[in-house]
């Protein structure tokens, strides 16, 4: 009955491809405490899954809530649904460690991290006892070498994925983390939520290879866009502008010298980086514009079907002469390269109304319009730009499910079927609405209506706690640590739905992705000789791309531009992804 990862991935290449990206991220919100089940088009042919007793009978006196045996699975050996724990998972007095961080150490309690609300009703529910061990954020890469080095890993590690030296394959391999695949059945939930998503690079996310699981990742309930642009709505409508039918750069291009030729200073800001990492600007491009020291453009498929990465190609090519032109126009802020952030300088920029056109972030957009001395100041979110009306965007716009944070378990851990089973609790829906929105009275109240609302303490913390750190602090810390959150969570105030409106003009419906490359794994010799390449690439271009936009490179030096990376090693990087992403095609074939 057990199936191969070949065909799983096979069916779930054609789910994506017919289907979009998994889930509609345009439905309706919904709260935790009237949960929705995902849809499950479960697929028919699965990898098989490891022997970990499930047919053994249940020991009834047990001191642990263990769920293998407990629920129903399908003939792929996946759970078909949810799993609700009975609680509490472990009556012993075992205590863990956990290593992680938290980034407003300052708002820490003298009684220690595991003393605050959240942490404390997370061990009251699950009778998982557990110590802390906070690092300072920029000390964990050295911290987590010193203990690999002493041999002494803590039983959980919050992001240790992105702080561990060498091959991740090597992780496993070599007894530092716990090869969760061998723990299958007892993290139903987890793996649910692996598969009923229908998403070939969350099931690549999540098994590392087809029999090996290294961590628990903080997923995300509902995907959506967290960047996108947004135009001072009140202008257009005082110049007649609909900015609403604004899809095309030619439109966005007529509505910017409107603005300039009524004193408008700025109608358009770029960040330093062009694009934030997600692909909002220059989408109709088929690339992503997002360039910054030391970090290698995104790959992508080319119009041959082969591999080869943005700010190198001929699409880049054209739209970096789309923004030449328009700031040879005037139309693009003279002072962009000094914009790291959507905070800061450029925030007092748009505030005194100098900008017109903004990479912006739903959340505060409501609070910016209020800061602005213009009584009429209205934001308004456009959709993702295109070249022509009838264009389909087929890269770059694929959301992920996943947040920042991830959690594994030490190889050596005394019993890492209690803590596969403690992780796999926080996706149940129980822990689910608890790492969302963290203890009742404290972190959110119930309104008259049913649903969870987040207190005025977590909004206007007396003490300065910003509330989106409130929320990591005093729920799940999806930037660090597994789990699973809310995406809608953080509007859960009055006027909250206001953010909502720009994540739904910035998804783009229907969206295939037939340029996107899937996630694909490198080998260690891959990898290596990848290194070998990218950093005098990433820093070439870094220096030379930028140098595109206000004509200190004019755009008649592009072809020596990419004939420099090719000397580089530019296209051995393109085989190396060439060979990875045939691998990959091959397997699911």
Not at 175 to 198: G, H, K, Q, T
Not at 300 to 320: N, P, S, W
Not at 379 to 384: A, D, G, H, S
Not at 459 to 465: A, C, I, K, Q, T
């Amino acid at each position: 009955m057990k199936k191969t990862l070949a065909l799983l991935l096979a069916v779930l290449l054609v789910v994506a491809m017919f289907a979009g990206c998994g889930k509609d991220t345009t439905t309706t919100p919904t709260t935790p405490d009237t949960p929705t089940t995902p849809e499950t088009s479960a697929p028919a042919d699965t990898p098989d899954t490891p022997d970990t007793g499930a047919d053994e009978p249940v020991v009834e006196d047990s001191p642990y809530k263990f769920p293998v045996g407990k629920y129903e699975v399908g003939e792929d050996g996946f759970p078909t649904g949810k799993y609700e724990y009975e609680l509490p998972l472990s009556t012993t007095d075992e205590v863990f460690t956990y290593w992680t961080t938290c980034y407003t150490p300052q708002f820490v309690p003298e009684t220690g991290y595991g003393s605050m609300p959240y942490q404390t009703e997370l061990e009251n529910r699950t009778g998982v006892h557990i110590e802390y061990e906070l690092i300072p954020a920029d000390q964990r890469q050295a911290n987590f070498s010193v203990l690999m080095a002493a041999d002494d890993l803590r039983d959980l590690s919050g992001g240790a994925v992105s702080v561990y030296q060498g091959n991740l394959r090597s992780a496993i391999e070599d007894d530092w983390f716990a090869n969760l695949y061998d723990y299958f059945d007892y993290m139903p939930n987890y793996m649910y939520e692996v598969i009923s998503r229908n998403d070939l690079d969350t099931y690549a996310r999540v098994f590392y290879d087809k029999d090996m699981i290294l961590a628990f990742y903080s997923m995300k309930d509902v995907v959506m866009p967290e960047y996108g642009l947004a135009i001072r709505g009140d202008w257009c409508d005082d110049l007649g502008i609909d900015w609403a039918s604004i899809n095309t750069y030619d439109e966005m291009y007529e509505a910017m010298k409107l603005f300039k030729a009524n004193g408008v200073l700025y109608p358009l800001t770029m960040m330093s980086t062009i694009e934030q990492m997600s692909g909002y600007f220059l989408c109709g491009y088929n690339t992503s514009g997002y360039v910054r020291e030391g970090f290698m453009p995104y790959t992508r498929l080319g119009y041959d079907g082969k591999v080869e990465f943005t700010l190198t190609t001929d699409d880049d090519r054209d739209a970096m002469t789309m923004i030449n032109k328009w700031f040879s126009e005037d139309l693009i802020d003279k002072k962009w390269a000094e914009w790291d952030d959507a905070l800061g300088g450029l925030r007092t920029s748009v505030v005194n109304n100098e900008i017109g056109i903004y990479p912006a972030n739903p959340s505060g957009m409501d609070r910016l319009e209020a800061e602005t001395d213009d009584p009429d100041c209205v934001w308004e979110p456009l959709p993702r730009t295109l070249r022509t009306e009838d264009q389909k965007l087929v890269y770059g716009q694929k959301d992920s499910h996943f947040n920042f944070g991830s959690t594994s378990i030490s190889a050596k851990c005394s019993n890492i079927p209690l803590l596969v089973t403690w992780m796999d609790w926080q996706y149940s829906y129980e822990g689910f609405f608890l790492g969302s929105y963290g203890v009742e009275g404290h972190l959110h109240y119930i309104d008259e209506n049913g649903k969870p609302m987040l207190t005025d303490w977590c909004l206007n913390n007396p003490d300065g706690l910003n509330s989106s750190f409130a929320m990591i602090m005093h729920a799940s810390n999806g930037l660090v640590d597994g789990g699973m959150k809310g995406s809608y969570s953080r509007y859960a105030y009055p006027g909250g739905d206001y953010a909502i409106k720009y994540h739904e003009a910035w998804t783009t419906k229907d969206y295939r992705g037939e340029m996107d490359v899937p996630s694909v794994t490198l080998t260690e010799e891959e990898s290596e000789e990848l290194a070998s390449y990218s950093n005098d690439l990433a820093t070439f271009i870094s220096e030379n791309y930028l140098a595109f936009v206000d004509n200190s490179k004019p755009m008649s030096e592009w072809d020596a531009y990419v004939a420099s990376l090719y000397d580089l090693g530019l296209a051995e990087c393109e085989a190396i992804y060439q060979a990875a992403y045939e691998r990959f095609m091959a397997s699911i074939a």
